[in-house]
């Protein structure tokens, strides 16, 4: 730890070319050895070379019809009027390749193909069922539904026919499928069900697939605690990135191995990448790839190897570390630190051709870098190693809904939700930092925007990496405007009834998504918005955000507005006019909202100057953010409704009542996309659900009122 | 079995609506219970209920940077030129949530929300690392980097700040990313990695989910063998549906149980379905769903539960049941046939309430028909057992380069490969039976044809449902024409080294494949067309066939044309006259195949008429089709080339050597499409494989003649 690290700022390409470069020097920039698998275990493998038939298939002429076999030229003249008559054979007089009875041959005889059995006096027909082998003789059938059978003259059994058949007519024959030697499947492909049909029936009981890679997953962290340890004291973090490499791993094929936690400390962190790097062909190591004091990555992989990147330009994920554990498995075995650190030495100046090389990937901790980061750099290289290339998502392109900025020195990543509303794609940027890891839950996609870009403008189009599939975001339903707890009932209630339907819904307040509406930009918004001269709600600002328009105004519920403050109600508040109380710090909601509307219509008829109200400039954007300040001891109080302090154990003053209603333009309310949703007022468990939340009241759920504004 | 069955012919979604009907009443028509699995198993299985989150994340206020925590209102004033100093806290003086060092605490002491520590006199300072959470007095965190460390006039430690910085500034206040008793994830959503974090992040160790499906999968069959089980004798079939299946099910969210092969007779099967029923929850029988004297499945599942459904207009797959076992388990448990038998007729009159009902599917045993079953019958079962939609392949327009002829009684599931040519997308038929596996292994997806529709005309718009990426179908090099295993070497090196580039090739002959170019379906065409007067190869007939097309016609091999026989040559062949001897019977390649054009030059120049050749109208598609035909003893001789003759161990009697080339429109030639495979020409590794298959001369391969026909 002589050494300071500076965290660098690498292009992506530039870093991703270091890391290959190093990985083709050693070898490894290629797909894993070969393993034999049994075809039942091969589905989603790849194979590891071209695979040529064994057998062909079928593998001798066979039957395709339930019938008699016959020679085609003794069917020549058959005719209506003019039938034609066949011996049948008896069993003694056949050669092989038939039984008894017209049934499936339970111990068939093989034909040797060179030495035909005798050929049989003209015309002569045998039974055959489908599947069964011609006999050597014959080359075609005549299905059962067109013989009649009849007595022979001489006694003996036959059939009469009244039509002809040309050669091979229904007969399957030897090769129709694959033909040996053919060639069955390529190398490099992935292996579906199907595909394990062909390797069977062309004779293949195993196959030949690249072996999956080994990933190990080191999670560090003085300050992480696991998952089932029970709700971690502040300052200690459940430990998860660990769960999302690993399935991400498994995802991409590989097969992953969770490694203990590991806290902050040099020895431990190099002790923890020995002991995996002999039996994996790739190690994560998350977090400390930065470069602050506790962040040993880089050190760590400078001591065993090399350090090939430190630092790549993009965003998320910029504090990465790319780089090699170079060591023969014996030395990685070696337990004393000193003869490693001499070894280290030795090594920098006599290159040792026969050392292991074993790639590591230093993780950043934030969690959506961390996903983003196997994204970029943990899923090409896997694919790399069973033949496949990186995976490319299906995009999409729409129009920005606001300005997306970004940083000029880095490459970003932004995450986006996507609306299909009209026959516009509206693209909405997340703009939430590294560590919501939800950003990345509710994403439809990515937004690349290139270094030196300083972003796009609002309305710019831009192309969508996406994360769903474009026919679940074409159905689903848009919501921007105020936050209310229905909206996440609705939400439920859709996905269950409708195989999944969505109902996305942007946070953003009552007055910005009638302004999403003007914009064409969702289907429908949420609003309880008062008029502060005539306590009216929605009405008159629908007037003015949207004139002309014909709007379809929906009640929803009826809701309690209140104070939300600490269980016991500590400083008494009882009213309006506590706002001002100089012992009383406030959270607010943000511009737009109806809340704050609320808040300010209250205010401004007790004639209170909002600069007079201590924390009235703190904003959040929904009831439990606004519950969790209080629940926290940030804030005392914050106007917010009912069910939002009860879900967080508040106490609440109520001090008003309000209407919380959808504005819907009309063609989306009449439009199919809708109906679900809309029926959803109607139906009893949802509104049970919905009059079940403390503070809500149902009475007129779903009354619509169509306006011209 | 005193009732005879019929295969009946009913729609496909009748077929449906029936059998889920049954399972309806039978309360089977909806998700599997419920099980709780840990995070780490849970990528891919689907929620089976709403989560909400139990803890907020961040659980506390949190440092975003490393920094100095502080209270924004004592940095108002700061700028260049005004420093203002704070008084870093000793360790003594703290409240909760620091540590002496800026570094993650290792044992940090929880905040309790509502009893804070007094208050520290101001202005005051806090190291704190990005994590660790706020002291309960701070609201903001200044970046290490922008302030200096200064000596208090009364000794203590301090820092300098040159600008002042807002509430909450890089901190990440609790809940940001979730707040608890927020909706984390939806029911019926299938996990995918990042989902994983965020249900830890939110407090959940492990998560319900629908149990996976339990699918029994029993062949049937005497004639059946398994793959294992060596080369099978003729009449007997390598048995590989199972196979195919248990990998589908897999796919398709299950747990599939592969069952030994039974024998074709009723108590046998019977017998493997009663022991199948108690623990499984769908019952796949492959095959004897037809009507046969061998056909069984009708009869067993009569026997057991309700035949709902036997046989379904559609193709291939017509021999479909559609039934439900229903007994108690006691009643599985039976041993005795009798009893069952009793069972059942008392079952008719009075029926049983409690009885468990098991959802059966007769699949019919080709192997195409089979696979077909499943995704139609099995895998929409599945999904909506796992609270999923059916899976909806992705679909593609385009336009049919052939008649595609179906049957008016049944819904027709045509595959089909589809080529990107120009700004086409040509869809062409495969039109193989349902026993030819690789034509599903080929195929780029599916045309429904509906019923009462005798199909499409030659470029009539189809809309088809596909099996890959439609973005491998626009990258794929289409050649139509005339077979040589080159094609099939360039098939392999292409995907080997373009990461999966498909060159898709149909071969239909040199002729057709000039017809093809024509009609701009194909890239390019294979030719070996000899001028029956000139003796000169392709030139006349691309001048025929493109008047006035600039055409790139570039060498690919010289190759040997000869008689392939018998090992052994036991009829002595030696010269193009052989074809007329009477004890020979030879087998021909289709009309406008070279190899045919060939044959006809040669026996035209020695005055011979077809007529008076054996076997002339047996065609075959392809060399190795030919070859096929000879070892089988279906013919004594074909003419072909000498690969296709070694292949299949056959001996060759060589007559001619002629030019394979190929024959690419110069738009094409120049395009970027083709530059992977005009560049595999001057490949050396490419080169040697050609030069190393028998009869092969790669003499000038690569040389290009630019004409304007």
């Known amino acids: 730890m002589e050494r300071k690290f500076y965290l660098e700022d690498i292009p992506l390409d530039e870093a991703w070319a270091a890391f290959r470069a190093a990985l083709e020097a050693a070898g490894q920039w290629q797909p894993l050895e070969a393993e034999t698998v ?24 066979a039957a395709a019809m339930d019938g008699y076999a016959v020679r085609a030229a003794d069917t020549v003249g058959a005719r209506e009027g003019a039938a034609l008559t066949f011996a049948l054979l008896e069993a003694g007089e056949r050669g092989s390749g038939g039984e008894g009875e017209p049934k499936i041959a339970s ?35 005549i299905m059962i539904e067109h013989v009649q059978p009849v007595a022979l003259p001489d006694g003996r059994s036959g059939i009469s026919i009244r039509a002809a058949v040309p050669p091979w007519h229904h007969v399957r024959p030897m090769g129709e499928d694959m033909v040996a030697t053919e060639l069955v499947l390529p190398a490099n492909h992935r292996l579906r069900p199907v595909d394990l ?5 062309s004779g293949h009981a195993t196959v030949s697939v690249y072996r999956r890679p080994r990933v190990a997953i080191i999670p560090t962290g003085s300050e992480l605690v696991t998952v089932d340890a029970g709700e971690p004291p502040p300052g200690r973090i459940i430990e998860y990135n660990s769960l999302v490499l690993a399935a991400q791993v498994e995802s991409w094929g590989g097969l992953a191995t969770r490694r203990p936690i590991t806290p902050d400390d040099f020895a431990a962190i190099r002790a923890a990448v020995l002991a995996a790097a002999p039996d994996h062909d790739l190690i994560l190591l998350n977090a400390g790839s930065s470069a602050g004091s506790e962040d040993y990555t880089a050190h760590v992989v400078e001591s065993l190897g090399r350090l090939l990147v430190h630092g790549v330009a993009v965003r998320p994920g910029h504090p990465v570390v790319l780089g090699t554990v170079e060591m023969t498995n014996d030395e990685l075995r ?21 050392s292991r090389v074993t790639p590591i990937i230093g993780i950043p901790g934030y969690p959506v870098s961390a996903a983003l980061t196997g994204e970029i750099f943990v899923e090409p290289l896997l ?3 069973q033949g496949q290339r990186p995976h490319q998502p299906a995009t999409l392109e729409g129009n920005l809904t606001r300005k997306l900025v970004s940083p000029t020195g880095d490459e970003e990543f932004a995450r986006v939700v996507v609306g299909r509303v009209g026959d516009r794609n509206t693209v909405t940027p997340i703009s939430r930092g590294a560590g919501v890891i939800t950003s990345l839950v509710r994403a439809d996609g990515i937004v690349r ?39 996440d009932l609705m939400a439920q209630f859709l996905a269950a009834r409708h195989d999944g339907l969505r109902l996305v819904s942007a946070n953003v307040g009552s007055l910005s998504g009638l302004v999403a509406l003007r914009r064409g930009e969702a289907h429908l918004a949420g609003s309880h918005l008062l008029d502060l001269e005539t306590g009216e709600y929605n009405l008159s600002y629908i007037r003015r955000y949207l004139p002309g328009w014909e709007i379809a105004l ?44 609320l808040l300010d219509y209250e205010l401004g008829k ?23 300040a209080v629940a926290s001891g940030a804030a005392d109080a914050g106007l917010g409704i009912r069910a939002a302090a009860r879900a967080l154990h508040l106490d609440f003053v109520p001090l008003a009542r309000e209407a919380y209603e959808l504005v819907i333009p009309r063609a989306h309310y009449e439009s199919e996309r809708l109906r679900p949703l809309l029926d959803l007022l109607a139906d009893a468990e949802f509104r049970a659900a919905v009059a079940a939340m403390p503070g809500y009241d149902i009475t007129g759920m779903g009354d619509m009122r169509l306006i011209v504004a």
Not at 38 to 61: F, I, K
Not at 458 to 464: D, W, Y
Request: net charge positive; no cysteine.
């Open 38 to 61: 049994p075809l039942g275990q091969a589905n989603g493998r790849v194979t590891a070379a071209a695979v040529w038939a064994r057998l062909s298939s079928p593998h001798y002429h």
């Open 107 to 141: 111990a068939p005889v093989p034909v040797p193909p060179f030495s035909p059995a005798p050929l049989p006096p003209s015309p002569t027909a045998q039974p055959v069922n489908t599947g069964q082998p011609l006999p050597p003789w014959a080359n075609a059938v």
């Open 197 to 201: 049909g062909a390797l069977a029936g």
């Open 334 to 354: 070696m337990t004393n630190e000193e003869e490693h650190a001499e070894l280290v030495v030795r090594r920098r100046t006599r290159r040792n051709p026969l």
């Open 383 to 385: 694919a790399q190693w």
């Open 449 to 487: 925007v290139p270094r030196f870009s300083e972003g796009h403008d609002a309305g710019a189009p831009v192309t969508v990496h996406l994360y769903r599939d474009p026919r679940d975001i074409a159905r689903a339903i848009v919501a921007i405007g105020s936050h209310d707890l229905t909206l």
């Open 554 to 597: 929906v009640s929803l519920v009826g809701r309690e507005q209140g104070w939300m403050v600490s269980p016991g109600n500590p400083l008494g508040l009882t009213g309006w006019a506590d706002a001002t109380r100089p012992d009383v710090s406030l959270v607010n909601r943000q511009r737009g909202a109806g809340t704050r509307v």
């Open 606 to 628: 007790l004639g209170i100057d909002p600069a007079a109200v201590r924390g009235y400039e703190r904003e959040e954007y929904t009831h439990l953010a606004v519950a969790a």
